[in-house]
């Protein structure tokens, strides 16, 4: 995967850093919303992890472990909604997984700069299958490979 795709992943953090002081709530509303949880595509559903939703082409980036070996999976989005999208690309050694939807939503996209070491940042995801959830934190470190 080229550094485009890095970019991508780091992308909530980027998109939340600088605006989130002038307009919180707006924000996380539109970051929450292009987030998705991600469950197996079976009849028990089995919940996986988390992902987001970037560009506007019904690309999700999340974690090659939370997608395993599945070559489809079930979304439901935070309006309870659900769909199934299929795994196009996985790299187990970087640890990321991209998924394509045929449903699209406004996903979020690279911004420059991006953050410095010490700036406060957010991050969305579902933690233990607790959906839609929030965490503050901070840039500790220089983004490395």
Excluded: C
């Amino acid at each position: 995967m080229g550094n485009r795709m890095w970019r991508a992943v780091l992308t909530l953090i980027v998109l939340l850093s600088g605006p989130l002081q002038a307009a919180p709530n707006s924000v996380l509303k539109r970051a929450l919303d292009a987030t998705v949880m991600i469950l197996r595509d079976d009849i028990d559903e089995t919940f996986l992890g988390s992902g987001f939703y970037y560009g506007d082409e019904g690309l999700i980036l999340s974690n090659a472990h939370v997608i395993e070996d599945e070559t489809a999976v079930l979304l439901e989005l935070r309006d309870g909604t659900r769909h199934v999208a299929r795994v196009v690309a996985r790299d187990a050694k970087r640890d990321i997984a991209v998924l394509q939807s045929e449903v699209l939503r406004p996903g979020l996209i690279s911004a420059e700069p991006s953050p410095d070491i010490g700036q406060p940042v957010y991050a969305m995801g579902a933690p233990l299958g607790i959906g839609f959830t929030v965490s503050r934190g901070i840039i500790a470190a220089d983004p490395r490979q």
